[in-house]
């Protein structure tokens, strides 16, 4: 019989070799010197096209070279599913990004998030969005950027038109008459574009319902506030001054393409779009044409001098797990972009920043191709932000029944009265009460 | 190397060198199979069974699962989600099992012939299997859109005055999903069928043409009788893909409009990696695996039946 050609000595060393090489791979987690340089590892997405991390990593290095900031990239889409799975795993940076406030309970409840209350006490009371991240009066993350929803126009189609653009204090009744004036002013005018574009999400019907309708509650399985949001979406749908939903859905339009391309006068979108549409207008993957941003519409004259409006803010929090000797530099960043320089930061490649101050908006309208008219900079700068998604762990629930209520209305499937009541009843059995 | 006598008096020498060389080849077979197990144990069996047993707890993935017995359970026979999207599944099955095989099969049997050009329709009815489930949504989707798809300009020309919605209508979207479903995995199971006709003896044909079976008699007492295994093969292979529905359905409607095309599958899902209810999605998936398995035990008992 042959012999291994292996000797028992060789399988050894071997042997050894390649658990010194996997203690050597986890020799990462150690801890930091005391005073020393220390590495933080962050999460991210889509790094190419989503500019801020790199931006305040690069800001905040720059006043605190002792510090490193490393990214780990994840999937844009399944960002909080492969983030759970690291965070279960043990395997998630030390600082990690809360996207939406949908899954934060998830990540708070889990203990999964530091405390960072020193942090936020230390902010000022401009930082917008902070009081979300705030449970049973411990903070666990701090927002850097917080969205809100804008009525984005086209000034050269309302020239064409000949409508008068948005006044910064328009009502929904205004904005109807408005989108049939433009309707009927472009079709004068030879234009293809049409009116208005709807994008088919939930949240341009829905957010800015329960962000104006007073009492409006996601929790309380009353969903009656959404009717008058509904009847007008649909009307609009029907009188063909915009696209109808099941187009939109089934040709999968591009909200990008519909206003860069002039195809719609006038869209409901939120606060990021300002610098995706001012980097395609430089490529040139937009056309070029004069536009600027009012404040959504109101449900009444009340909301003149501060518009109501809705969005998340996106936060930054301390994995639970993080080495202690770093903990002092990751809350010493979770400041920074909390606060005025981080906004900075944020506002000079023109991503809306929580914190808002005068040298913040002159840094995002110092940007060029960002429109500098009176009304875009009160649109920015003055609002009130009402969460889309309140804080609470039946958020992402009810907002699946909505979500689901949202295609049944907008397909024309089931009417308005209908659906609203069997989301009420699902919200009840399937979430509500049975939890 | 000692050569060995077999068949020696147990316990001498002879007998112990049969036990060790037995030993060894097991040994030897052992081996080659326990890298392949491994990987079965640790990346399927073990997931299976964590999944019953998470199906008895409450877990949100962090921390540790609490028991809760049967609570999770006991809430599906309430859940009108649930209930929903059970029916939803067994609609796409009980039209999507059926029609893809009578078309894969009818398929089949016009490629078995000696066409010119065969070969090349093969490949063209196997393309859609092969190619991206996205890129297969988005274009049948521009197909079935409601005004400006070409599915609907054509049944207006046919003078169909109020043609379907498809995805964007609660009634049509099933039926449109059912449509792409069929077109997809008709070229897979179509060569299964190519395959099961080339055992199918040419001296039966001949015999039965003999006595003067006509084609459909043939096809009838020849063809499908020997076909028999390959059938029953697909079957059980559609079932249990039909049961097990969810990137199609996800991309083409989401589920929607409202719920009409939620099925298990997605249900799972929503459950799971968006309401991060593991414990919930697993009970779901454990009354999927026992749907499935059931379906399939019944299939095996008729087919036994039918053989014996």
């Not at chain 1, 150690?30 to 305040?56: I, N, Q, R, Y």
């Not at chain 1, 990004?97 to 936020?120: C, H, P, R």
């Not at chain 1, 950027?145 to 205004?174: C, H, I, M």
């Not at chain 1, 929580?354 to 908006?361: G, I, N, Q, W």
Request: hydrophobic share 45%; proline share 5%.
């Amino acid at each position: 019989m042959q012999r291994s050609r292996y000797s028992r000595r060789a399988v050894l060393a071997a042997s050894v070799a390649a658990l010194s090489l996997v203690a050597t791979a986890c020799g990462s987690d150690e801890p930091a010197d005391a005073g020393g340089p220390v590495t933080l590892t962050m999460s991210a997405w889509s790094m190419k096209t989503t500019p801020e991390f790199a931006e305040l990593a690069e800001a905040f290095q720059a006043r605190n070279p002792e510090v490193k900031i490393e990214f780990k990239e994840y999937d844009a889409t399944n960002y909080d599913t492969q983030l759970t799975a690291d965070l279960a795993a043990g395997s998630a940076p030390d600082l990690y990004v809360l996207k939406n406030l949908k899954n934060f309970i998830t990540y708070q409840a889990g203990e999964q998030l530091l405390d960072v209350s020193d942090v936020a006490g230390g902010l000022g009371d401009e930082v917008n969005g902070l009081g979300n991240y705030k449970v049973d009066g411990v903070t666990y993350a701090v927002p850097y950027r917080q969205d809100s929803w804008y009525l984005y126009y086209n000034k050269d189609l309302f020239t064409a038109a000949g409508v008068t653009p948005p006044s910064g204090a328009w009502t929904w009744a205004e904005y109807e008459k408005a989108v049939a004036d433009l309707a009927a002013g472009l079709k004068a005018a030879g234009s293809p574009a049409k009116a208005a574009y709807q994008h088919v999400w939930q949240s341009t019907v829905q957010g800015l319902a329960l962000a104006q309708t007073p009492g409006a509650d996601l929790g309380s399985g009353d969903y009656g506030y959404l009717a008058p949001y509904y009847e007008r979406a649909l009307a609009q749908q029907k009188a063909g001054v915009q696209v109808d939903f099941g187009t939109a859905t089934t040709t999968t339009l591009q909200y990008q393409a519909q206003f860069g391309t002039q195809q719609a006068a006038t869209m409901l979108m939120g606060s990021w779009y300002v610098a995706t549409l001012v980097a395609q207008q430089k490529k040139g993957d937009a056309q070029a044409f004069q536009w600027g941003f009012a404040p959504a519409p109101q449900r009444d004259a009340s909301g003149k001098d501060k518009p109501v409006t809705f969005g998340d803010p996106t936060g930054l929090g301390v994995n639970a797990a993080i080495d202690e000797g770093k903990t002092a530099a990751a809350k010493e960043f979770l400041a920074f972009v909390a606060g005025e320089d981080g906004a900075k930061a944020l506002a000079s490649i023109g991503i809306t920043p929580a914190t808002l101050t005068e040298p913040v908006v002159q840094a995002y309208f110092g940007v060029d191709g960002v429109p500098g008219d009176e009304l875009s900079r009160f649109s920015f700068a003055t609002h009130d932000t009402r969460a889309e998604n309140p804080v609470s762990p039946q958020t992402a629930a009810l907002q699946n029944i909505l979500q689901e209520t949202h295609s049944a209305i907008m397909s024309e499937s089931t009417p308005v009265g209908e659906a609203l009541a069997k989301a009420g009843e699902r919200a009840r059995s399937e979430v509500l009460e049975s939890r | 190397m000692s050569t060995t006598t077999v068949g020696g008096p147990p316990g001498t020498g002879a007998d112990r060198t049969k036990r060790w060389y037995r030993a060894r080849r097991s040994l030897q077979g052992v081996s080659f199979v326990l890298p392949n197990f491994l990987g079965f144990g640790l990346l399927t069996l073990g997931p299976v069974v964590a999944l019953f047993y998470i199906s008895f707890t409450n877990w949100n993935v962090f921390g540790k699962a609490k028991w809760i017995g049967l609570d999770n359970f006991t809430r599906l026979f309430g859940d009108a989600g649930f209930h929903r999207a059970l029916l939803n599944t067994l609609y796409y099955s009980a039209f999507h099992i059926p029609l893809t095989l009578a078309v894969s099969l009818g398929l089949a049997l016009l490629l078995n012939r000696k066409l010119r050009g065969v070969a090349f329709f093969r490949t063209a009815a196997f393309f859609p299997y092969v190619t991206s489930i996205v890129a297969i949504a988005i274009a049948w989707n521009l197909l079935f859109s409601r005004d400006a798809g070409p599915i609907n300009q054509i049944l207006g020309l046919v003078g169909v005055d109020d043609p379907p919605g498809w995805t964007a209508s609660s009634d049509w979207a099933m039926p449109a999903v059912i449509i792409v479903g069929v077109w997809r995995e008709m070229g897979y199971y179509m060569l299964l069928f190519l395959a099961g006709l080339q055992t199918v003896p040419p001296e039966l044909h001949e015999a039965a043409r003999i006595d003067g079976a006509n084609a459909w008699a043939r096809f009838r007492n020849v063809t499908l009788p020997c076909l028999r295994p390959t059938t029953f093969f697909v079957t059980v292979m559609l079932t249990i893909g039909s049961f097990k529905v969810f990137d199609l359905i996800l991309v083409m409607t989401n589920g929607g409009p409202g719920q009409s095309t939620l099925v298990l599958s997605q249900y799972i899902y929503q459950k799971g990696l968006v309401e991060n209810r593991f414990g919930y999605a697993s009970a779901i998936s454990v009354v999927l695996f026992a749907l499935c398995m059931l379906v399939t035990v019944v299939q095996f008992a008729v087919n036994r039946r039918r053989n014996a």
